[in-house]
């Protein structure tokens, strides 16, 4: 049977994490034309690990059998630390099967086509520069904000990896030396202060000093202070719980902060948010963008526009394609 035109120019892209794998088809557009997710086996040994990886990408040509002598390569979105350019998974504290384990050599033995591996925040930059909200843009700072916060960096069209290709971990820029000890083991980073985790155990805290405040946000978690997330925070705000809005007031502060900052070192054409996390932030952007003022040096800090990003969930498939596309290569 002929193969449809469509079908002979797609890219895989795979985005690993430390409970799920997810696999799509992407066209040279952008668009996502089929995905699909599978468990990650990330406690095991390393072979289990790339078998999680395998079966999400065997599973994707089982579906859509057209493609599979076709795909001009395969793009992985992994945890770092790893290397960009040899494709070596170094150790990632959430994938603890893979030290030092050549990933792009291993899945290029197995499909035979090429494939690049990298940061899944380096990549879902990459994604938003060639087809998302970071189009037209030359200097691009991204952050993803969830769980913690990734970050990643384009300078005319390529991620700046660095020298060793550590570049990029703005979630671990301190901005607090005396604050609480991030995951990493540093103190005061931005991720231990902003993420959605830190969000939502900010909201706990002051729900357990401040009994007669947060009615709104008691009343989604059923009174349950201990299961209130930042989705929960968000929502809360939403319906005008005071509480709630002091909390992103304040997130809105510290990423104020750190941005500025950013703008200070970078002095990008945009800054693009991302995440489960933006969703809640998005109606304080234009709180962060003001509150700036004070946290940089930089006089044109507003020319700077604080962008949504364009892929949500899917944007490590996207990325893990993008990575692929136009043969991008890093600095």
């Not at 469509?6 to 994490?17: I, R, S």
């Not at 291993?106 to 087809?131: C, T």
């Not at 929960?232 to 939403?238: E, I, L, P, T, W």
């Not at 003022?293 to 800090?301: A, F, G, I, L, Q």
């Amino acid at each position: 049977m002929a193969i449809p035109d469509a079908a002979k120019n797609l890219f895989v892209g795979v985005d690993v994490g430390g409970t799920k794998v997810a696999a799509g088809l992407v066209n040279p557009q952008g668009q996502i034309v089929a995905n699909l997710r599978k468990p990650m086996v990330a406690d095991a040994d390393a072979a289990a690990g790339l078998a999680s990886v395998t079966d999400a990408i065997d599973a994707l040509f089982a579906s859509n059998p057209e493609v599979r002598e076709t795909i001009r390569g395969i793009g992985v979105c992994a945890p770092g630390p790893l290397d960009p350019n040899t494709g070596v998974v170094i150790n990632p504290p959430n994938l603890k099967c893979w030290r030092n384990f050549p990933l792009a050599t291993e899945i290029s033995q197995r499909y035979g086509v090429r494939v690049k591996v990298d940061n899944d925040a380096n990549a879902a930059a990459l994604a938003e520069v060639l087809w998302g909200a970071g189009r037209g843009y030359k200097y691009v700072f991204y952050a993803t904000i969830g769980t913690g916060i990734g970050t990643g960096i384009i300078f005319d069209g390529c991620i700046y990896h660095g020298r060793t290709g550590a570049a990029g971990e703005g979630g671990h820029v301190s901005i607090d030396c005396h604050g609480p000890v991030c995951g990493c083991g540093k103190r005061g980073c931005i991720e231990v202060l902003a993420s959605g985790t830190a969000i939502a155990r900010r909201a706990r805290e002051k729900l357990a000093v401040e009994p007669q405040c947060g009615s709104a946000l008691r009343e989604l978690a059923g009174g349950k202070i201990e299961t209130v997330t930042g989705e929960m925070v968000g929502r809360a705000n939403a319906a005008g719980d005071p509480l709630a809005t002091e909390i992103l007031v304040e997130t809105a502060e510290l990423l104020a902060v750190w941005l500025g900052n950013t703008v200070d070192l970078l002095d990008p054409d945009v800054i693009i948010i991302g995440g489960g996390a933006a969703a809640l932030l998005r109606p304080f952007f234009d709180e962060i963008r003001k509150r700036m003022e004070r946290h940089c040096v930089n006089s044109r800090y507003m020319e700077v526009p604080l962008v949504p990003a364009f892929y949500g969930a899917d944007s490590g498939i996207a990325g893990g394609a993008a990575l692929l596309c136009n043969c991008a290569q890093a600095r």
